[in-house]
C-alpha cells in the first residue's frame, strides 16, 4: 500500500523536462522527493553514474601516483647503489643448468611473496659465495619487491653502517647512536652487505652486536651477505651473534664462477673472432 501511493503522488508530479548531466550531458535517473511542510513535492536529477564512475578513476589515479612517487622515494632512500637502481628478479638470469642458483633464486622469490609469515617468525637469510655471482642483485631485488609491498626495508654495507653510527659521536646529529642504532633495528628487512670486511675493531664489534642481537630480539628479517665460505662466519662475528645466526638463519650458497667474469671472457672470446 505504501509503495502504491508513493508511485500515485510521483505520478502527480510531472518530470522535469530536462534530466541529463549537467556535466557530461548524459541521461540520468530522476528521483521523487516528497512534500514536506516547507517544499512541495518534486523531481530531482539523480546522480550520474558515468560522472561518479570518472571521479573515482581519477581518484584512483592520483592514489596511484602518489603511491608510485613514495615508493621511489622509499627506493631512493635504501641505500641501493646507482648499478642496482634497476634490478629486479625478471632482469636476474638464472642458467638453467644451475640447479642450487635456481633454488636460491626461490627462496628470495619466496621470501618476498611470504614476507608475511617471515616478519612474524623473524627469519634470517645469509647470502655466502665468491664475487660477481648475483648476490647483491638478488638482494636488492627483494628490498625494491619489498618496499612496493609497503614494507620498510634498506640495504647497506656493514662499513658504511658503523661509519654513520660513529658520525653522531660528534655532536650536532639530529640523532643519537642509540636512536640510529634503534631505528635500524625497527627496519622491517634489513640487508647487511659486506660483511666480510668489516674493520673488526671493539667498537664495530659491538655495534655490530647491538643491531643483530635488536634484530633478532624484535623478530625482524635480517639478510647478511658475504663473499665468504660458512666456516668463515665464526671469524667475522661473535659467538652469540654466530648462535643467534644458526639458530634463526638460513643459508644460500653461491658457489659457482663469477657472471662477470664469465661475460668479460665471452667478450674476449668474441673480439678474438
Do not use: W
Given at each position: 500500500m505504501e509503495a502504491l501511493t508513493q508511485n500515485l503522488k510521483s505520478e502527480s508530479v510531472p518530470l522535469p523536462e530536462d534530466i541529463t548531466c549537467p556535466q557530461c550531458g548524459r541521461a540520468v535517473e530522476p528521483v521523487f522527493m516528497e512534500a514536506t511542510q516547507f517544499t512541495k513535492a518534486k523531481w530531482l536529477r539523480g546522480d550520474c553514474n558515468y560522472c561518479r564512475a570518472?571521479?573515482?578513476?581519477?581518484?584512483?589515479?592520483?592514489?596511484?601516483?602518489?603511491?608510485?612517487?613514495?615508493?621511489e622515494e622509499q627506493i631512493k632512500a635504501a641505500n641501493i647503489e646507482k648499478r642496482f637502481v634497476d634490478v629486479t628478479f625478471e632482469n636476474y638470469s638464472?642458467?638453467?643448468?644451475?640447479q642450487q642458483q635456481a633454488k636460491n633464486f626461490r627462496t628470495l622469490r619466496d621470501f618476498?611473496?611470504?614476507f608475511e609469515h617471515h616478519l612474524d617468525a623473524g627469519t634470517w637469510l645469509l647470502l655466502l659465495g665468491s664475487y660477481g655471482v648475483g648476490k647483491t642483485h638478488l638482494a636488492t631485488a627483494v628490498i625494491k619487491s619489498l618496499i612496493t609491498k609497503g614494507h620498510t626495508a634498506?640495504?647497506?654495507?656493514?662499513?658504511?653502517?658503523?661509519?654513520?653510527?660513529k658520525q653522531t659521536y660528534a655532536g650536532g646529529s639530529a640523532l643519537t647512536d642509540k636512536e640510529?642504532?634503534?631505528?635500524?633495528?625497527?627496519?622491517d628487512c634489513l640487508v647487511l652487505d659486506e660483511i666480510d670486511v668489516q674493520r673488526n675493531s671493539k667498537t664495530d664489534r659491538?655495534?655490530?652486536f647491538e643491531i643483530l642481537n635488536g634484530r633478532y630480539e624484535k623478530m625482524k628479517p635480517t639478510i647478511l651477505i658475504g663473499n665468504c665460505k660458512i666456516d668463515e662466519i665464526e671469524d667475522i662475528?661473535?659467538?652469540?651473534?654466530?648462535?643467534?645466526?644458526?639458530?634463526?638463519?638460513?643459508?644460500?650458497l653461491f658457489n659457482w664462477d663469477?657472471?662477470?667474469?664469465?661475460?668479460?671472457?665471452?667478450?674476449?672470446?668474441?673480439?678474438?673472432v
Open positions: 570518472e571521479t573515482e578513476r581519477k581518484r584512483r589515479e592520483v592514489e596511484f601516483r602518489e603511491r608510485q612517487k613514495k615508493i638464472v642458467n638453467p643448468n644451475n618476498v611473496d611470504d634498506i640495504l647497506v654495507k656493514l662499513n658504511g653502517l658503523f661509519d654513520t653510527v640510529l642504532i634503534k631505528k635500524v633495528i625497527g627496519i659491538l655495534i655490530t662475528f661473535d659467538g652469540a651473534i654466530v648462535d643467534r645466526i644458526y639458530e634463526v638463519g638460513k643459508i644460500l663469477s657472471y662477470r667474469r664469465e661475460q668479460r671472457f665471452k667478450l674476449n672470446k668474441a673480439a678474438e
